[in-house]
């Protein structure tokens, strides 16, 4: 908590800043430094994602234990995706309603209950199915109503200037835990069992409450009494009326509904004959973000954000293309390594721009929007790819989804001209109508 000379409602000056050499690769550490803050919540939120992959990797593994049935395992994802959409739209709508880090915190205990009714259930002597798909629907809500309040938090707690070494800072934690996390749950799993995974998950959301309960209240800086529904379409109109805003929706959404193809990977490890390969297709995404995130330092000095957001589109689509052309494991990998860089580079700009040029009192509902699509482009995404894999094939399905992401980044380039240009120099938030 800030002492009481502290407004809770002022961002944390911004402190001078010693100039660095523009060769320096090293992400931006200033954010973490300076905001007591950010540095609190930056670290709950690894602590929890990292615990969270423990247990995204238990459950389907218990369940493929229990029934031997792949159908069973797969419908765990029909079942987050709807209240990941339904509760997003209302978190978001949530996140400009009250204090976002109360919202934070409480969902944050109500994780860590499931996680304990996960645990006990696991310890029984003849674990039952029901509560797995039970859980993960409702961590599936929690989250959807979490999300948008972390994300619309960052803009409080740091100063615009850093707003972008942040973002980079953010991303650099979701690749660490794509990397390390899985083999690292893989590994407990079979030597120490699924029981095991729930207790390291209850104890990082344990110990991630701790430390949110130390940041500072995020409060909404205004009264809302319009029903909830209405509100949320006065955000999607505010997104709807900025093109430049839009486009960046739309960017993600390209990247992910036709150039994220981890449906495949089972396929194309076996096309392949490297079916031991596996764990390394499903990593390689998350190692190229690791790689660019680690060597962000420049993201800080670019100002045309939008162009970058449509040109790391237009990499990711490229890099999806080359793999479906190249041949042999290794080259593979690195083009999905290349791709999953890209994703980084889109992340950080897009987040950059929403931000900066977002109202404060909007940034929930903006968020949820963006939970909505983050959810449904990969869904559709493995949708697309497995359709047409079953159709044309496994290479047909890469090749075309990256031409597809391709060339939609270059007709967004075109349509949406605000987007391209886009300079963060020039761009100050834009008044509620």
């Known amino acids: 908590m800030t002492s009481g000379t502290d407004h809770p409602r002022s ?47 238990a459950i389907p593994l218990q369940i493929a234990d229990l029934t031997g049935s792949p159908l069973a395992v797969g ?20 996140a400009d309603r009250v204090d976002r880090r109360t919202v934070a915190l409480a969902t944050e205990v109500a994780l860590a209950v499931l996680s304990a009714l996960l645990l006990a259930n696991a310890l029984l002597g003849t674990p039952a199915v029901w509560p797995l798909y039970l859980a993960a629907g409702l961590a599936a809500a929690v989250q959807g109503l979490q999300q948008p309040s972390l994300e ?12 972008v ?3 980079a800072l953010l991303s650099l934690r979701w690749s660490i835990g794509g990397v390390a996390a899985p083999a690292a749950a893989g590994l407990l799993i079979a030597t120490a069992g699924v029981p095991s995974a729930y207790l390291v998950d209850l104890g990082t959301f344990l110990l991630s409450i701790a430390l949110l309960a130390r940041v500072r209240p995020v409060p909404s800086e205004r009264d809302a009494e319009a029903p909830p529904l209405r509100e949320f379409a006065e955000g999607a109109r505010y997104v709807a009326r ?4 839009l486009g960046t929706y739309l960017a993600d959404l390209a990247a992910t509904v036709f150039a994220l193809p981890t449906a495949l990977f089972p396929f194309l490890a076996e096309e392949l004959n490297a079916t031991w390969a596996l764990g390394l297709l499903y990593s390689a995404s998350a190692a190229g973000s690791l790689v660019a995130a680690a060597t962000g330092g420049w993201a800080e000095r670019v100002h045309r954000h939008g162009r970058l957001g449509l040109l790391s589109a237009a990499l990711v ?25 890209g994703h980084w580079i889109g992340d950080t700009f897009r987040s950059a721009i929403w931000n900066q040029s977002i109202p404060d009192e909007l940034r929930g509902r903006a968020a949820g929007l963006e939970l909505l699509i983050g959810s449904a482009g990969p869904a559709l995404g493995d949708l697309r790819a497995g359709g047409l894999a079953a159709g044309q094939g496994i290479r047909a399905a890469l090749r075309t989804g990256g031409l597809l992401c391709l060339g939609g980044s270059a007709v967004l380039a075109a349509a949406l001209p605000a987007l391209w240009r886009y300079d963060q120099r020039a761009h100050r938030p834009e008044p509620v109508p």
């Open 165 to 167: 070494a942040a973002g």
């Open 317 to 341: 689509g490229a890099a999806t293309t080359a793999a479906a052309l190249v041949h042999g494991l290794w080259a593979v990998l690195l083009c999905l390594a290349v791709a999953g860089g």
């Open 75 to 94: 419908a765990v994802g029909a079942v987050e995706l709807v209240p990941t959409v339904l509760f997003g739209l209302y978190g978001g709508v949530l």
């Open 242 to 245: 900025r093109p430049d805003l």
């Open 11 to 57: 961002l944390p000056p911004s402190r001078p800043r010693p100039e660095r050499p523009r060769s320096r690769l090293l992400p931006d550490t200033t954010p973490w430094r300076s905001s007591r803050d950010f540095r609190l919540t930056w670290t709950s939120g690894t602590v929890t994602l990292l615990g969270s992959i423990f247990t995204m990797t």
């Open 152 to 163: 619309a938090m960052i803009p409080r707690l740091v100063p615009p200037d850093q707003l």
